[in-house]
């Protein structure tokens, strides 16, 4: 089965309601790559979108929220509950990548994933066997029917 691990910054965009068709779009992607057992995140991911989501959340929404993170948590494989950074930094001088993305470049190759969702890299860039797909240009079917 493909395996694409979910950066932050997608998991953000289905919370938020200031920029509908990235939302309507990053729905899509976390929906299909759930239902077809192929999402993928690490901790740090979890940790980063409850940072960012609850900043923007009143007392009372939070545990919404935080019933999405308890979710989440099924998504992460063994071996990404700890981040891995040797791997980062090796990533991260490679390709000259910032030093949160190669962590999450890091976390995906070490849960064997192919494929990496995010709009922050260049898509279709490959680093070390996973390559990065933009969910706001692609569809999960680039994805999913790749196996």
Known sequence: ???????TTTLVYAKDQASPSKQKQAVTWIKALTEARAAVVSAQVVREYYWVVARKLTASSRELLREDVRDMQAWIPAGLELDHIEAGWVLQDRYKVGFWDALMLASAQIGGCRYFLSEDLQDGQDFDG??????????????????
Request: with cysteine; glycine share 0%; aromatic share 8%.
């Open 130 to 147: 996973v390559r990065v797909v933009n969910p706001f240009t692609a569809s999960p079917q680039r994805v999913l029917e790749q196996d």
């Open 1 to 7: 089965m493909t395996s694409c691990f979910i950066d």
